[in-house]
């Protein structure tokens, strides 16, 4: 796995620098000293950064505040002094939480849980082209390309078809992570929309048609969702 280190204390970034060199399932591309510079790193999209090794508490920008700059985040281990900050990190779904001073095992322990989490994802995107959902205290089958869009409703999400309205109990985030990211994308913090199913955008909204050619608008959440949507579309201008 290719990974960076953030984190604004020079001894720590040397002893996650060993650590990380004495451990073959990872490449070191970065050693850095502020979440400004992660940021530039990875808004470069030069390199493929796998993992992110990240300290909370640094000036200009907390490891929090980056977390919620970018829409599209590698793996996350978190690297910090204080506890306080887990509940907060964990709604950014990293992968571990990691407590100053670290020790090698413990260390290894989060890496191990990367490379797990890594082989599940890459498994799940050469899967097939269908989820199973609860309905009716049955399993039915959804074929991706029938998903218009989907919407959080506090502790439900309802996956809206051509035909059909499905309200489940599942949150946004857990199913996002079931959905081939080539083919789906959040816009915005309550959708996710299927990218072939959209007919046009204007301003702030994304118009989708269903299967009655209804027009349905789903709004843009902000800048960032925007340009991460516009990155993914095959636009000519």
């Given at each position: ?124 995107s050469a899967s097939s082209a269908e989820i199973f959902i609860r309905h ?102």
């Amino acid at each position: 796995m290719n990974c960076i280190i953030v984190d604004d204390d020079e001894f720590i970034r040397k002893i996650l620098e060993e650590f990380v060199n004495r451990t073959k399932s990872l490449n070191l591309l970065h050693s850095l000293s502020s979440a400004i510079e992660a940021v530039n790193v990875l808004s470069s999209n030069e390199e493929i950064i796998d993992l992110i090794f990240l300290d909370i508490e640094m000036p200009e920008m907390t490891g929090l505040d980056f977390l919620k700059s970018l829409i599209c985040l590698p793996q996350v281990i978190i690297v910090s002094i204080k506890d306080k900050y887990a509940i907060n990190a964990f709604d950014y779904d990293v992968t571990d939480y990691l407590l100053k001073p670290i020790s090698y095992e413990r260390f290894c322990k989060a890496v191990n849980k990367a490379l797990t989490r890594q082989k599940r994802d890459k498994i799940h995107s050469a899967s097939s082209a269908e989820i199973f959902i609860r309905h009716n205290s049955s399993l039915l089958k959804l074929n991706y390309s029938d998903i218009l869009w989907i919407e959080a409703m506090e502790n439900y999400i309802v996956i809206n078809t051509l035909d059909e309205k499905y309200t489940i109990h599942f949150t946004l985030h857990a199913i996002e992570d079931k959905l081939p990211v080539k083919q789906f994308i959040r816009v915005h913090r309550s959708f996710i929309v299927n990218i072939s199913k959209i007919h046009s955008i204007e301003d702030k909204n994304i118009q989708i048609l269903t299967g009655d050619m209804r027009e349905n608008y789903i709004p843009i959440g902000g800048k960032q969702y925007k340009n991460k949507l516009y990155s993914e579309l095959n636009i000519v201008s």
